[in-house]
Each structure stands twice: as structure tokens, then as C-alpha cells.
């Protein structure tokens, strides 16, 4: 019987940030958090048990990437609605995660208040992003009106290698943290200056920082 609460379920691999906010989410008398994941495999697991309103979702998550993970679960639950929580809160990965079907956008920085604000608008058909963050968007996206490279062509991996070399990851240090090869590194990293017109690594690391991909 449908108690008329909004039934989520949240994916994080940070057990005390889930739990904590979990335990939160679930004080508030109109949710009702069904269960919490800390794996893609397991968030599947629960989908198959529980029928769910809306799932709150870490990007970063162990073997595939919450972007990723949102796009396979839209076409398989497209009722489903996702809020993502990131460490990261650069234009880039806000972009990816609205073309990934996202339907709102937290900092994990936020309050957590901040959190049960974006799960109401979600639940009541809106999207949701903090105000500061939506000002700092359309002021980048301003600043940027005048450039040729087109960013919005740079995909979710492609992201993810550039953060790295813009950290000082080495060839090495990047295979074994996305698990992938070094010919495939050097692709990615091809297509990156080739779309962002970049010509040295200062290029890629003065975008990332501009951009809010990596933190100083």
C-alpha cells in the first residue's frame, strides 16, 4: 500500500557520509529512504526489489561512473528521477550530468537541508540547483560566449582523464586508477586537446582550473 511518502534510495561508497545522510532523509515524515547502495551492482540489486521515486547519487563511485550508471538506468526505469552529489562542482560535470538525464545537482558541500530541498522540487516535477552554483554557471557560460572550442563534446571519461593529468597523475598512476591502458590514455588524451584546442599541458591545466575540475 502506497503510503504517499517519496520513496528514494541513495548510492554513495562513503559509508559514514551515506549513512549520515540517510539517516537524516529519513527523519523527515514525507520521505522514506527504502534502502542505501554502495556499489553500482548493489543500487541494481535493490532496483529489482524495491519500486523507488527518486535515487540520490554520488558521481564518483566505484567501477562506473555515476553519469554513466544514471544514462543505463534511465532507459531501463525512465520514471526514475536522479539527483546527483559531487565533490566537483565545475560547469563540465554539471553539463554531464543533466545530459545524462539528471534532474538535479547538489554539492557535497552543501547543507544537508540543501539535499531534502532538491528531493521536494524533484518529487514535484522541477530541477534543482543551489542558486549560487546556477549564478556561477551562467556567469561562466557568459565569460565563454566568445570562444570557438566546443566543450560540450568532451565525453564523461575523457573528463575524467583530463582531471587526472590536470592533478599531475602520471601515465602510470592514471592506468591504475581508471583502470584502463596507456594507448587508450593517449587517445583520450588526443581527442581532449583536439576538441578543447588545447597545445600544451598548461592549456589543460589552466582549463581544469578555470572550469572547476580540479581544486587549487
Do not use: W
Not at 4 to 15: A, N, P, S, V, Y
Not at 112 to 118: F, G
Request: hydrophobic fraction near 40%.
Amino acid at each position: 500500500m502506497s503510503t504517499g511518502k517519496i520513496r528514494l534510495i541513495m548510492i554513495d561508497d562513503h559509508e559514514l557520509f551515506r549513512d549520515g545522510l540517510s539517516l537524516f532523509l529519513q527523519m523527515q515524515s514525507d520521505l522514506e529512504v527504502v534502502a542505501a547502495a554502495a556499489s553500482p551492482l548493489e543500487l541494481r540489486q535493490l532496483l529489482i526489489q524495491h519500486s523507488v521515486d527518486i535515487i540520490v547519487m554520488d558521481i564518483s563511485l566505484p567501477q562506473q561512473s555515476g553519469i554513466d550508471l544514471t544514462r543505463q538506468l534511465l532507459k531501463e526505469y525512465p520514471k526514475l528521477k536522479i539527483i546527483f552529489l559531487s565533490g566537483n562542482e565545475g560547469q563540465a560535470y554539471i553539463e554531464q550530468s543533466l545530459k545524462a538525464g539528471g534532474k538535479g545537482f547538489v554539492p557535497k558541500s552543501a547543507p544537508k537541508t540543501e539535499v531534502l530541498t532538491a528531493i521536494r522540487k524533484v518529487a514535484d516535477g522541477q530541477f534543482y540547483f543551489p542558486s549560487e552554483l546556477a549564478q556561477s554557471i551562467f556567469q561562466q557560460y557568459i565569460s565563454q560566449l566568445h570562444l570557438q572550442n566546443d566543450a560540450s563534446t568532451v565525453t564523461e571519461r575523457e573528463l575524467e582523464v583530463l582531471r587526472c593529468f590536470a592533478n599531475g597523475m602520471s601515465f602510470r598512476e592514471i592506468e591504475d586508477h581508471l583502470h584502463i591502458s596507456k594507448k587508450t590514455i593517449e587517445h583520450h588524451k588526443k581527442a581532449i586537446f583536439d576538441k578543447l584546442g588545447f597545445s600544451s599541458n598548461a592549456d589543460l591545466v589552466k582549463y581544469a582550473i578555470k572550469n572547476n575540475i580540479i581544486a587549487l
